[in-house]
């Protein structure tokens, strides 16, 4: 059975978009999808990179850009009550164990279709209570240093597979970043990836020289 | 007329898949095309952000989703003989002036499609001379301080609009990042724009406050 790791934080709108196919996706191929909470801003610290929410217009650009997606696509995108907000006790809640799948739909159902903090302990318990998935003994659970541990681990484990975004999805070695690629997933899936008879030049391409390196000025 | 400046550097493998639609999307839609070359590492400085290139699992990603869509769509990609390259002399023979578009297009092929080393002046000066364009006298132009002074306004101009990675394509003020979002460039132009609707409701979202910021660390 196929693998695919789904890894996403509840910041990115990227990710809620690409949660709301990957399921259904991954289940018609009969592959095994797997969830994997990682928290975004250490990626980013690790990569050295700048998150799209700190720099102001390509912010301005992302919230422009997931409102035409969700308009065209007909997903429901009412945004959470504050952006960016910490992720940490949703993530920690998201963690692999029972009924994972349908606890993280709730939170993000909450958050982004229907506009809840994604930031607060109110908002997730009661979108886990309204799913039937007690919420308070999950946010008891979820305040462990077992469960802070498992995140860390969790993100460690992807920055360790080479994870720089979210969503970020893997299928047995082959690393997809980002919703615009649920469709080069499901064609590697489906054993139609256009970059296989391509593999071979793309190694010797890597291999060659880098001419220029910017000097990192900030 | 509605105009549609186009922002790229050639370092960009997004650019040139961009640029081989850009022309005749707009053509057909009676928009005139304006070109702006753009010192992309400069952007990247501005907005305190890392490059494609300077993330090792980002850029071995950029190859592999450049090969994917090259494969998909029967575009000729042979990628520049170096990867990074400096591209400060390409980027000066791109200039607006006499021929712009014709410079851009030969210099695309011979790097990207070919895999000539666009770091070179030789390889500039024989993309040019074989498009009939002179390409000794193109480069001669390109090494006074008036090139050079443009590059860097025209950099500077595209900072000033927003600009934080290419290809960007701005139609009237509205802008669009990324090769994947010409189509969504093209319905903007055709007055279909999906997000039209919800501009109202977008101003209201990005005005609520941000409840997270992470603490820059590197």
Redesign the interface.
């Known amino acids: 059975v196929t693998t695919v790791d789904f890894y996403f934080d509840y910041v990115s709108p990227y990710a809620y978009f690409a949660w709301l196919r990957i399921g259904e996706l991954c289940a018609a191929r009969g592959a095994l999808l797997r969830a994997h909470p990682v928290l975004f ?1 250490a990626l ?2 690790h ?5 799209p ?6 912010r ?2 992302v ?3 997931g ?2 997606y969700a ?2 696509h007909g997903v429901p995108l009412a ?1 959470p ?7 940490l006790l949703a993530l920690r809640l998201s963690l692999p164990g029972p009924e994972q799948h349908r606890v993280i739909a709730a939170i993000y159902r909450a958050g982004w279709a229907r506009g809840g ?1 994604l ?1 607060s302990p109110e908002t997730l318990r009661g979108a886990l209570d309204d799913a039937g998935l007690d919420g308070a003994s999950r946010l008891a659970a979820a305040a462990t240093p077992e469960a802070k541990q498992a995140l860390r681990d969790e993100t460690d484990a992807a920055i360790g597979r ?4 979210v969503p970020t999805m893997i299928a047995g070695d082959e ?1 997809f ?1 980002g919703n ?2 649920l469709d ?1 997933l499901a064609a590697h899936l489906d054993g139609q ?3 296989d ?2 593999r071979e ?2 190694r010797e ?2 291999a ?7 000097r ?3």
């Not at 080479?162 to 975004?165: E, H, K, N, Q």
């Not at 060659?208 to 910017?214: F, I, K, Q, V, Y």
């Open positions: 801003a980013l610290d990569w050295g990179q700048r998150g929410a700190e720099v102001p217009p390509r301005a650009w919230f422009r850009d409102a035409r308009a065209r945004w009550a504050a952006h960016p907000f910490n992720p903090d930031g080479g994870v720089f975004g690393l970043w615009d690629r080069d990836d256009p970059l008879p391509h030049q793309l391409v890597m060659r020289p880098r001419a220029a390196d910017r990192v000025v900030r």
